[in-house]
């Protein structure tokens, strides 16, 4: 997970955005300490929050899961724009064998017949569980020249079991490009741990609504990285507005 903040408002706008309301601009002080101040007691301790709504964030968020991508497309008052699968799945086209499956439908070989790709798919759970997950430690695991291959593609739980279901179903999703299935159609095969990008515009307001509700510790693991390395990411000028939001007790990121 790679995140960076491609844009922001200045805090002065939104000082100015509350002076407004009792023309007091002769107050301000152009983002400096008192319009800080300002902005907290205004915006945070008398929650006349709308006035926060001023300040947006632009992010560029690159490895997050789409089961991730689900979650936050759950906070509606954002913008995304996200990485179309129709337009970037070929990526995956001419790619080697996840799985040792003997050469068939492999880069070289893209014109096996459908019933071909069947019978791989039973065979594959098979030969993923007895070839993968065959090493004597998790780490070999992680660090096999498969694993390590397929985590371009794959955001991995550290649950070895699940992730070499991921990796078959990524084996799988190549051999349908492979074998010259459609994008639009072999999309559908996608696993939700399949790794997209997206640009991500919110407000302050909105934004402090996901990290209290996302840095939780009864959040989906995932989400929690992403809301902590959202806050990270924020200017460090910017930072006291989100502090109340975090969550207290924030367990250690998870990376595989």
Same mark, same amino acid.
């Given at each position: 997970?790679?995140?960076?903040?491609?844009? /922001?408002?200045?805090? &002065?706008?939104?000082?100015?955005?509350?002076?407004?309301?009792?023309? #007091?601009?002769?107050?301000?002080?152009?983002?400096?300490?008192?319009?800080?101040?300002?902005?907290?007691?205004?915006?945070?301790?008398?929650?006349?929050?709308? !006035?926060?709504?001023? =300040?947006? *964030?632009?992010? *560029?968020?690159?490895?997050?899961?789409?089961?991730? $991508?689900?979650?936050?497309?759950? /906070?509606?008052?954002?913008?995304?724009?996200?990485?179309? !699968?129709? *337009?970037?799945?070929?990526?995956?086209?001419?790619?080697?064998?996840?799985?040792?499956?003997?050469?068939?439908?492999?880069?070289?070989?893209? @014109?096996?017949?459908?019933?071909?790709?069947?019978?791989?798919?039973?065979?594959?759970?098979?030969?993923? =569980?007895? /070839?993968?997950? /065959?090493?004597?430690?998790?780490?070999?695991?992680?660090?096999?020249? $498969?694993?390590?291959?397929?985590?371009?593609?794959?955001?991995? !739980?550290?649950?070895?079991?699940?992730?070499?279901?991921?990796?078959?179903?990524?084996?799988?999703?190549?051999?349908?490009?492979?074998?010259?299935?459609?994008?639009?159609?072999?999309?559908?095969?996608?696993?939700? @741990?399949?790794?997209?990008? $997206?640009? &991500? #515009?919110?407000?302050?307001?909105?934004?402090?609504?996901?990290?209290?509700?996302?840095?939780?510790?009864?959040?989906? &693991?995932?989400?929690?990285?992403?809301?902590?390395?959202?806050?990270?990411?924020?200017?460090?000028?910017?930072? *006291?507005?989100?502090?109340? @939001?975090?969550?207290?007790?924030?367990?250690?990121?998870?990376?595989?």
């Amino acid at each position: 997970m790679k995140i960076t903040l491609l844009n /922001h408002t200045p805090l &002065w706008v939104c000082s100015n955005a509350i002076r407004t309301c009792y023309q #007091s601009f002769e107050k301000g002080d152009k983002g400096g300490e008192k319009d800080k101040e300002l902005i907290e007691r205004v915006g945070n301790k008398m929650r006349h929050a709308s !006035t926060l709504e001023h =300040l947006f *964030y632009n992010f *560029y968020i690159e490895g997050i899961s789409r089961a991730c $991508l689900q979650e936050l497309a759950r /906070h509606r008052i954002a913008s995304l724009s996200v990485k179309s !699968t129709r *337009y970037t799945l070929k990526e995956l086209r001419d790619e080697s064998s996840f799985v040792p499956l003997h050469g068939i439908c492999d880069k070289n070989s893209p @014109s096996a017949s459908l019933d071909e790709l069947s019978a791989l798919s039973a065979q594959g759970t098979g030969e993923l =569980l007895t /070839h993968l997950p /065959h090493t004597e430690t998790k780490a070999d695991f992680y660090g096999s020249d $498969l694993a390590v291959r397929a985590k371009k593609y794959l955001v991995f !739980t550290g649950e070895s079991v699940v992730d070499a279901f991921s990796i078959l179903a990524l084996e799988n999703l190549r051999k349908a490009l492979a074998a010259g299935i459609k994008i639009d159609l072999a999309k559908y095969a996608l696993p939700e @741990s399949y790794k997209t990008a $997206l640009s &991500w #515009s919110i407000n302050a307001r909105s934004l402090q609504n996901f990290l209290s509700l996302r840095s939780s510790a009864s959040a989906l &693991w995932e989400i929690r990285n992403l809301a902590n390395a959202l806050f990270d990411a924020l200017p460090d000028e910017h930072k *006291y507005l989100f502090k109340d @939001s975090m969550a207290e007790s924030q367990k250690q990121p998870r990376e595989f």
